[in-house]
């Protein structure tokens, strides 16, 4: 197992009997750390995790040499291409490697996708792993959704409202309560209903490429893998710090307020003070930038690892979902490497962290 791994949870104390393990994503291809020690520890142990950017281009490497290789002669250009060029850094220009390509194979040249990093750090882990790696990577979802802990796990981000509507239009999962149900009837069952309803019914939480790559939204409302813009999470803590749960019944109904706020700071007459919905947390990872980044609805735990900074865990346990009077005494019992936050309705959870390897 990688070294910085390894001694999370041994800070952790992690005891696999009774403890679940959940990452999220990118555990290929990050920093000096060897991909197949980590994919070996993961599915060997049936590890629950979400599915990252790079692990996504990977599994895209790895399904188009299956192809490749069922093609008369493809088997035999790949062993070529290994053989020959096995000392390559694809991500590096090469002038030796691009003048036989365009001399000698054109024909298998144009099977390879534009943009593609041909003997790329992607297409060698592709190239390399076991099938039971590649089985491992295939079976990791893009989100993991735990309803009793109201809390999301993904890898890059997830919105709480198209940002293209407004934030009281209809067809807004967290706008109104669920038709199915009152809160008074049935809380549990009604927040389940809205928190589906927000990965289902939310253009952009249905889109593998934002939930793997989002950083920040634009002014207009889009979804951008780079830095311009405002944070994902910024516009997610707004709308769930609005989430007014069982209040909200003693207001009218939200289309009659005469309220017609957007996201991304473009306002109408009045910002909606409340909105009838349950808050829920989401953990993800992918923006290292940022380091740990916590707000009271989210928490980012990608501390740059993979650049020899730190490795960083979010602990979750019954505390975690009701609140604890012995939060001094907690506390007190801390390592150094951990810290208490705010989680969920009323509860806490531990943040731990500890220096990467290389």
């Not at 070996?40 to 281009?57: A, E, P, W, Y």
């Not at 295939?138 to 919105?159: C, D, E, K, N, Q």
């Amino acid at each position: 197992m990688n070294r910085s791994l390894s001694a999370l949870l041994t800070e952790l104390s992690y005891d696999p009997r009774s403890d679940t393990l959940i990452h999220l994503g990118d555990i290929v291809t990050k920093g000096k750390a060897r991909s197949s020690s980590v994919l070996t520890f993961m599915s060997t142990n049936k590890i629950l995790g979400v599915r990252g950017n790079n692990d996504q281009k990977v599994i895209e490497w790895r399904a188009w040499m299956d192809w490749i290789s069922s093609i008369p002669g493809g088997r035999e250009w790949l062993t070529e291409v290994d053989g020959r060029w096995s000392y390559i850094d694809g991500e590096l220009s090469n002038a030796d490697l691009d003048a036989w390509l365009k001399s000698t194979n054109k024909r298998w040249r144009g099977y390879v996708p534009e943009g593609w990093t041909l003997l790329g750090k992607h297409y060698k882990v592709a190239r390399d792993m076991s099938q039971e790696h590649y089985d491992y990577l295939r079976s990791l979802p893009l989100v993991i959704y735990a309803p009793v802990a109201h809390t999301y796990f993904v890898h890059a981000g997830l919105l709480a409202a198209d940002p293209t509507r407004e934030l009281t239009d209809p067809k807004q999962p967290l706008s109104h309560w669920p038709t199915q149900f009152k809160p008074k009837d049935d809380i549990s069952a009604v927040r389940g209903l809205q928190e589906l309803a927000l990965l289902n019914d939310i253009p952009q939480n249905r889109d593998p490429w934002a939930l793997m790559n989002m950083r920040s939204l634009t002014k207009n409302g889009k979804i951008s893998e780079g830095k311009q813009g405002i944070p994902w999470s910024e516009p997610w803590n707004d709308i769930m710090s609005k989430c007014s749960g069982m209040d909200a019944m003693k207001q009218p109904p939200i289309s009659k307020r005469g309220f017609t706020t957007r996201l991304l700071g473009r306002k109408g007459p009045k910002q909606t003070p409340s909105l009838p919905c349950f808050p829920s947390m989401v953990l993800y990872g992918h923006a290292a930038a940022r380091g740990l980044d916590v707000k009271r609805w989210s928490v980012g735990i990608d501390t740059g690892c993979a650049y020899g900074r730190r490795l960083t865990a979010v602990v979750l346990d019954k505390r975690s979902f009701s609140f604890s009077n012995d939060s001094e005494s907690i506390a007190s019992a801390l390592s150094p490497h951990t810290s208490l936050i705010p989680y969920g309705d009323n509860g806490g959870a531990r943040i731990t962290s500890v220096n990467c390897y290389e």
